[in-house]
């Protein structure tokens, strides 16, 4: 049997290369550090990480990603184990010494006797003869391979830049201020959620906008270009007051039904997930920090209690349109004999890009059958095979919005209980 290809080194590759060994097969893990570095690397030890040291929280009841935590131990990961073992003080957050971590699993990875290292650059995509492949290379794609994957994949199919608009819980508009409602009546004639706002609304709005505290560019991101298609929000309202009441935020065509009248702007929100679970608000990519986009979309007339699910950024980074190009087993339509892993297909952060290492290496290794769609796992593998909305598909961290809905009426404040009592009974039996 041919060794699994595993290209790139970091948490959804290491994660990858280990469940496929313990599963019985050798691996090849292929990794260009220290021959070749990144603009973000400063070592060539497996799951380096260049920002924040912070798995995010670590609660299985109540959080998502904590429940994702509690799903890839249950399944043996390495990720896991290392960043239990190497854990600081975070509160209910799981936060690790990044150095002992990576330390730990550079040498869990080197000692593993199905496991091998070559270190070289992997400038195109592997042919057929190599057999299983998994390109787990991450935001920070080499440019040679990003070409490679470019001619397999086509133009329109993979990203060098996010422009993320937030993404709000249905669940949690206030539908008494809002309604539905297509430009001019278009389309299905209800395809937008429409928050109204009225002149003085919307000005106060805009200066928030403008002032509200904004985060930077890290250095490998400050060549990259703004796009006059994916402008920041705050970067539009400062080239003029009126400017976003004639972009996204125009009102024409639109009549508010609690009022009969148009209003001043009005911001649209559309649906983002096929469960129709999600909606992100339309035009609204930006560089705030989270708290300031917090307190300033509050103040949106329906968004008072708004459930932010992803939070909106613009940064530089390499993910292919995994709905459209992917099978929901990770495989590459164009070439089935390739899977992707990790922030590649459009999942955002390290435990998410594990979680798919996880998941690939195990279907590499012959596991076949997908986790279940109301587990983290099968959730947030979901939304990256098909469950996104591929036309307007962005990076996204596993959140509760990506699960099938509760059966019946759940109180909000049992909700998350009751999805993590489920996702936990449904896995029991995938593992």
Known sequence: ??????????????????????????VIIHEMRPVKKTEAHHTDKCAELVCSNSFRSDDAVNNAVGLLHDEMRRCGSLIMREADKHK?????ALAVDREGFSQGVSEALQAHPLITFSREEITELPP???????????PLTSQSLSDSILKITGEAYLSF?????????????DMNIAWFQSRYDKGEGADYINCPMSKEQYYGFIDALIGGEKTEFKEWEKTTPYFEGCLPIEIMAGRGKETLAFGPMKPVGLTNPHTGKQEYAVVQLRQDNKLGTLYNMVGFQTKLKYGAQEK?????????????????GLHRNTFINSPKLLTPDLHLLAAPHIRFAGQITGVEGYVESAAIGLLAGRFAAGKTTAPPATT?????????????????????????????????KIRKDIRAERMTTRAKEALSGWV
């Open 296 to 312: 300033i979309f509050r103040t949106i007339p329906g968004l008072e209690n708004a459930e932010f699910m992803r939070l909106g």
């Open 161 to 173: 830049f996010d422009a993320i608009a937030p993404i709000v819980l249905k669940d949690s508009i």
């Open 128 to 138: 057929a003869e190599f057999g299983e492949v998994i390109i787990a290379t991450g």
């Open 88 to 92: 600081v003080p975070a509160g209910s």
């Open 376 to 408: 983290a796992l099968g959730a947030i593998l979901g939304h990256i095979t098909g469950g996104a909305e591929s036309k307007h598909f962005q990076p996204m961290n596993v959140n509760f919005g990506l699960f099938p809905p509760l059966e019946g």
């Open 1 to 26: 049997m041919k060794p699994i290809h595993i290209i790139g080194a970091g948490l959804a590759g290491s994660e990858a290369a280990w469940q496929a060994a313990e599963l019985g097969c050798n």
